[in-house]
């Protein structure tokens, strides 16, 4: 007597997609990713699958329809709060830091005591020897919000708020943490940076891999995203580094460029050996470090003409350092 042939699971499909082999196997479309992520979100996938569709997506790398599909996915099911203050700018900060202190942070809070509201969010600890941005706001007197509604509050209040991926999605962060079972990163790292969970008109992030700049690029374009900055920062976080040129790939509605921003020091600092987190609030305080400052008010001049507030890369620079010249005694009053 014959067995019965069991029914294909649902999410075969997509497994399938990708992994078919060099010839039949090919990249999903926006819709197709945006369905299976909603499966994924839902836990509506065997580990194996989710595994094997992780390690698939890696080997071939997202293309920019893969990363829209991947945001709308994840952005179907999060549970958001209802009542969300208007933001600035959103702003990933998903690598951590491991040659230079984290002074994008400075640059941040500096904005945000001008009032451009920032909401920052990140995922840490996934790799070995690096400061993460909820350690150095302990240094600088900055509570990390405990949830998506705390961080609401805390935009209220201070025009700042950095939630870490536990908070934004426990299933996000089981995923996440899926890097020391497989062995190698997910997609996330790559489409966490995009979430904008609370639907900034801007949005500025990092790579460290140089190829994900126009993927990010063209896949703001397909979500939408009225203005975005992208480009390769310190240690892959949104970092200008100061001794060298920077490309901003960038899009302002309907336009898609590349900026070429000019280095503002010939001295390259050397690795930090130490990483005295101390140091932030102390340079904060007025402690004098030329390759900080000009890190510092380089990043912040990105964004001011990312968001419209300087029409020029010289007015933003100025900008920059005449807020960085007023910014309040403490980082968060």
């Known amino acids: 007597m014959s067995g019965t042939t069991p029914a294909e699971h649902p999410f075969?499909?997509?497994?399938?997609?990708?992994?078919?082999?060099?010839?039949?196997?090919?990249?999903?479309?926006?819709?197709?990713?945006?369905?299976?992520?909603?499966?994924?979100?839902?836990?509506?996938?065997?580990?194996?699958?989710?595994?094997?569709?992780?390690?698939?997506?890696?080997?071939?790398?997202?293309?920019?329809?893969?990363?829209?599909?991947?945001?709308?996915?994840?952005?179907?099911?999060?549970?958001?709060?209802?009542?969300?203050?208007?933001?600035?700018?959103?702003?990933?900060?998903?690598?951590?830091?491991?040659?230079?202190?984290?002074?994008?942070?400075?640059?941040?809070?500096?904005?945000?005591?001008?009032?451009?509201?920032?909401?920052?969010?990140?995922?840490?600890h996934h790799t070995a020897g690096r400061v993460y941005t909820s350690e150095a706001l302990v240094a600088l007197g900055v509570a990390t919000a405990g949830s998506l509604e705390q961080a609401a509050a805390a935009l209220e209040q201070h025009n700042f708020a950095y939630v870490t991926l536990p908070a934004i999605s426990p299933r996000l962060h089981e995923i996440m943490e899926l890097r020391q079972i497989l062995g190698v990163r997910s997609p996330l790292h790559t489409v966490?940076?995009?979430?904008?969970?609370?639907?900034?008109?801007?949005?500025?992030?990092?790579?460290?891999?140089?190829?994900?700049?126009?993927?990010?690029?063209?896949?703001?374009h397909l979500l939408g995203q009225p203005k975005v900055a992208i480009f390769k920062g310190e240690g892959g976080e949104v970092e200008r580094r100061p001794h060298k040129p920077c490309t901003v790939y960038r899009v302002d509605g309907e336009l898609a460029c590349e900026d070429e921003w000019p280095a503002l020091t010939a001295i390259t600092p050397p690795k930090d050996e130490v990483m005295d987190l101390g140091r932030l609030l102390a340079v904060w305080q007025g402690q004098s470090d030329p390759h900080a400052e000009a890190t510092i008010t380089g990043t912040m001049a990105i964004v001011l003409h990312l968001t419209g507030r300087a029409a020029s890369q010289s007015e933003a620079q100025a900008m920059a350092e005449t807020m960085w010249a007023e910014r309040p005694e403490r980082p968060v009053a």
Request: charged fraction near 20%; aromatic fraction near 8%.
């Open 12 to 124: 075969a499909a997509f497994v399938r997609i990708l992994g078919k082999g060099p010839n039949l196997s090919r990249a999903m479309t926006s819709e197709e990713t945006e369905t299976a992520v909603r499966m994924i979100m839902r836990g509506e996938v065997r580990p194996e699958q989710l595994g094997a569709f992780l390690c698939l997506m890696r080997v071939k790398t997202e293309t920019p329809e893969e990363v829209a599909g991947f945001v709308r996915g994840i952005r179907a099911e999060l549970s958001v709060p209802t009542q969300r203050p208007p933001v600035d700018l959103d702003w990933s900060s998903w690598a951590g830091k491991a040659r230079q202190l984290p002074w994008f942070l400075l640059a941040a809070l500096a904005l945000a005591a001008q009032g451009v509201r920032i909401f920052m969010h990140g995922a840490e």
């Open 192 to 220: 966490g940076r995009k979430l904008n969970i609370f639907d900034a008109p801007a949005q500025i992030l990092a790579v460290t891999h140089p190829p994900y700049l126009p993927v990010h690029q063209q896949a703001a």
